[in-house]
């Protein structure tokens, strides 16, 4: 039976080049030269550019949270993906439903009304950083994958560790080293499994049940969820507590007893996580004291800075970071208040060994290079859960390059004076008071209680929640959140938008104190109209 007549004639050499071509051509999926054509791209690239600049330009015209009910998307979208696309310029159609559909149902973090969280900062620098590292597209998960991505992460989580002024015991020039995850949830996980390992080597591995970890109770959730992926037993977890009148830090004194009893049961303890600015109040941990008791039990120390740490390129914070020599790994979020967008969590370690030890894997074959043979490198993929690992060092790289770190201290520095003139604002008006101490740009508020006779302490936690309520629900207003410590209910401003300006902290206030007025006239009518 003869071949197929297309298969015959070019097999045969019957065709010439330019019918080969045009079956070639006819064979190909519609497009598919589109796909990474350099003059497309180009001209997409720009469409995406406007829009990104034109979306910051008008920032100012979207509610910082949208009013919308789950489901919104879901009925304004298609149930199914297009098998072709309609349009003749697709692209263009879909950056339309961004602008219509996606854009109006998003939180707008980069908004400067934005006050509700611990930042998500932005920077031309960063942004286009993560367009370069998209369109490049490599997967440095070993040195061999890609050798310039695994030694500018060592280049510049050193830069970063030198600006943060940590110790060098920490950095690749001191011993230790670092490495860029995407969040402080990976980085405590990471450091955790590395913990486990070292003490189940000098334990025996049939005593993971026996391990424990300690944090205090304002401690980031992150560290419960690390400890059950790690196979830490959900009643292995201490919650030191934490009081008022120590700014809600946690005690040495009080983790010393928690761990002297639990070795005294026969349990191991294993893992401290201090904070270096928790994320309801931004309480600081006496790191010094807290490692000299876990180093005592032969417990890891891990310091957890996923907020303030960027505020240690300033000398007026790095004092907060004292003891940080006596740390087994720190670790803070670039991407909250270093410009660096997310996702960019450095995590550095004293013994980068232990870090392999507990999530490394056998060097397939294919991963190798002669070109690394006899060299001492660097194979990400044994850092970090993940394998797959994104090129995140060009972004943070151009970020301290093109701001430098005089630059990112203006920037922290700003932000700290307008939380201050907001601390101020607050302390001047007698119908409210700071509930904490103001540490770095968040300030913790709220509205007095009312007096005894109506209410006292037992209606002020209801009133200040419907305070937050009633500023959030203003139209072009700020965006806050709340708190809830030691059973009192506190309003929370947390300045750090790369966009927010004084005008805005003011504004702010100001919307404050109008709700707030409505709120107690309100309370006065009724309780009049009930006596």
Not at 110 to 116: D, E, L
Not at 375 to 384: A, L, T
Request: contains cysteine; hydrophobic residues 45%.
């Amino acid at each position: 039976m003869a071949p197929p007549a297309q298969m015959c004639h070019v097999n045969n050499g019957d065709l010439n080049a330019a019918a080969v071509r045009m079956v070639m051509k006819e064979a190909a999926p519609p497009h598919s030269a589109s796909l990474l054509d350099a003059d497309e791209f180009r001209r997409q690239g720009h469409q995406v550019i406007d829009f990104v600049a034109d979306y910051y330009a008008g920032m100012g015209s979207y509610p910082v949270h949208p009013s919308v009910t789950p489901g919104f998307l879901r009925r304004a979208l298609p149930a199914d993906a297009p098998s072709r696309p309609a349009e003749h310029d697709a692209f263009a159609a879909a950056l339309r439903d961004v602008r219509d559909h996606i854009l109006p149902g998003l939180t707008h973090w980069q908004s400067p009304r934005h006050f509700a969280h611990f930042p998500a900062s932005s920077s031309t620098a960063a942004a286009l950083g993560e367009a370069l590292t998209a369109g490049i597209n490599v997967v440095p998960f070993t040195w061999a994958a890609s050798p310039a991505a695994t030694e500018l992460e060592m280049v510049v989580t050193d830069w970063l560790g030198k600006a943060l002024h940590l110790p060098e015991s920490l950095l690749f020039c001191g011993g230790g080293g670092g490495t860029l995850l995407g969040t402080s949830c990976e980085a405590i996980l990471c450091a955790l499994v590395a913990a486990r390992e070292r003490k189940l080597a000098e334990i025996g591995s049939k005593r993971i049940g026996d391990l424990v970890v300690y944090c205090s109770d304002q401690t980031h959730f992150a560290l419960r969820k690390a400890a059950r992926i790690a196979g830490i037993h959900r009643d292995n977890v201490r919650e030191i507590p934490t009081h008022r009148d120590r700014m809600f830090a946690l005690s040495p004194a009080d983790l010393g007893a928690a761990m002297r009893a639990d070795a005294d049961a026969g349990l191991v303890p294993l893992f401290l996580c201090a904070t270096i600015a928790t994320t309801q109040t931004a309480a600081v941990d006496p790191v010094r004291e807290l490692c000299a008791v876990a180093a005592a039990h032969g417990a890891w120390s891990h310091v957890d800075a996923a907020y303030a740490g960027s505020a240690l390129v300033c000398p007026e914070f790095r004092h907060l970071a004292d003891g940080a020599d006596a740390v087994d790994s720190f670790s803070m979020n670039a991407h909250k208040w270093l410009l660096a967008n997310t996702d960019c969590c450095a995590l550095w370690v004293r013994q980068p060994a232990l870090l392999v030890a507990g999530l490394g894997t056998e060097q397939e074959y294919i991963l190798k290079d002669a070109a690394a043979e006899g060299h001492d490198i660097v194979d990400y993929k044994d850092w970090s859960v993940t394998l797959t690992r994104r090129f995140r060092a060009l972004k943070l790289w151009l970020v301290l390059r093109c701001y430098g770190v005089d630059g990112l201290r203006d920037h922290v520095r700003a932000h700290v004076r307008m939380a201050a003139a907001f601390e101020e604002m607050v302390r001047a008006d007698e119908r409210f008071e700071v509930v904490v101490d103001r540490q770095f740009s968040l300030v913790c508020f709220r509205l007095r209680p009312p007096p005894e006779k109506l209410g006292g302490e037992n209606v002020a936690n209801e009133l200040n929640r419907s305070l937050l309520e009633e500023v959030n629900a203003t139209s072009s207003g700020p965006y806050m959140s709340s708190a809830k410590v030691g059973g009192t209910y506190m309003l929370r401003c947390a300045v750090g938008s790369t966009l927010t300006e004084e005008r805005h902290v003011t504004e702010a206030w100001r919307v404050v104190q109008d709700r707030a007025a409505e709120l107690l006239g309100k309370m006065e009518i009724t309780n009049s109209v009930v006596a």
